[in-house]
């Protein structure tokens, strides 16, 4: 039987690899890899943090990813801005207003919703809190949702992902006539604290299965005996 230190292990060790794979994919794109960028990229990976004891991802990249990848301050005369690199790897150009300033920082369920692949032949995207979820065509769609065509969300195994999933969301913008500034971060007020246990009853297995997205759910079965573990463990708030 999973013991609830053993899944909190579990689950670390899985953020841990998946932080790593992100940051040594990204070395071929030839630009810095910003922390920000990082926390986008993990979606509610980075709100399971939080939880398990790293309310900072800096301190859980320089923690447990000792010897694979290391933080590094960028920014010019300010040298201000934190990004990941594999341990050891040369870093790039400093880092210019420029570049800083094309890449739009998009909230993270947006971000997501372009970029987890598709489980449904349509995916339809709530506009209040970009949540979105995957339905077969002949399904009615939600009100007060827009559908997210199947040809602007990104494949899993796609060449330069960042940028492909930059483009599509802009094609996304323009197709249905929508401004950018809706969608960043800067402008809109999190909703984040909606998809995770407010009540102080909140168990381990409420935080599993706020955490993760519907892929990693319909991969993972776990025992009756690790789910009544989990019903009994009180979140650590």
Not at 9 to 16: F, G, P, Q, V, Y
Request: proline share 8%; hydrophobic share 40%; net charge positive.
């Amino acid at each position: 039987m999973a013991t609830p230190a053993a899944v909190k292990d579990a689950e670390l060790k899985r953020i841990t690899d998946r932080i790593g794979e992100l940051c040594e994919a990204h070395q071929g794109q030839g630009t810095p890899y910003l922390l920000s960028r990082l926390g986008l990229d993990l979606g509610k990976d980075a709100i399971t943090l939080k939880y398990l004891g790293y309310p900072k991802l800096a301190q859980f990249v320089t923690e447990r990813l000792v010897g694979r990848c290391e933080l590094r301050l960028l920014g010019g005369r300010h040298n201000n801005i934190y990004a990941i690199f594999p341990t050891g790897a040369p870093s790039p150009t400093p880092l210019t207003p420029s570049f800083l300033a094309k890449r739009p920082r998009y909230h993270y369920r947006f971000w997501a919703a372009f970029s987890v692949p598709a489980l449904g032949e349509r995916r339809d995207l709530n506009l209040l809190d970009f949540t979105f979820r995957d339905a077969a065509a002949s399904e009615p769609a939600p009100p007060g949702t827009l559908p997210i065509e199947p040809d602007v969300i990104a494949p899993d195994n796609v060449a330069d992902r960042d940028n492909t999933i930059h483009t599509n969301i802009d094609r996304w913008l323009e197709r249905h006539g929508l401004e950018r500034s809706k969608f960043l971060v800067s402008e809109k007020v999190s909703h984040s604290s909606n998809l995770l246990p407010s009540d102080a009853s909140a168990t381990l297995l409420d935080l599993l299965l706020t955490s993760l997205d519907n892929r990693q759910l319909q991969r993972i079965s776990l025992p009756l005996d690790v789910i009544s573990s989990l019903l009994r463990t009180r979140a650590q708030r």
